[in-house]
């Protein structure tokens, strides 16, 4: 059975740093897409950023291009997201998900896998 197990949320100032991992397991994520996504309080769920496992491919949202960086760590099943420059409306709960697909995707929905979630607050 697949689990995604997500951790490195918390409270950061603005301007700050954090690093988030999800821990993939049960199975081989070969040619699987990882994808980031955050939501807010009274506001919809977004995609932030994900990666193909297979080729490396990374897409982000407009919003966090330049601050934000996806990674795939093969031996360890682990995605990361590292984020930089953090703003108070980086703030919510940030989810991993996963999914078997050739092309990355920002569509929730086609998303098969997901964790838990883990709470990033950025002060002002």
């Known amino acids: 059975q697949v689990q995604l197990v997500e951790s490195g949320g918390g409270l950061v100032q603005a301007g700050g740093s954090l690093r988030l991992s999800c821990a993939a397991s049960g199975r081989t994520f070969s040619n699987y897409v990882m994808g980031w996504f955050r939501q807010a309080p009274g506001k919809e769920r977004e995609s932030v950023a994900s990666?193909?496992?297979?080729?490396?491919?990374?897409d982000y949202a407009d919003s966090v291009k330049g601050r934000f960086t996806i990674s795939w760590d093969n031996r360890k099943n682990t995605v990361y997201l590292q984020m930089d420059s953090l703003k108070p409306e980086d703030t919510g709960v940030y989810t991993c998900a996963a999914v078997l697909a050739p092309i990355n995707t920002v569509v929730a929905l086609r998303y098969d896998y997901w964790g838990q979630g883990t709470q990033v607050t950025v002060s002002g």
């Open positions: 990666i193909s496992t297979g080729g490396g491919n990374t």
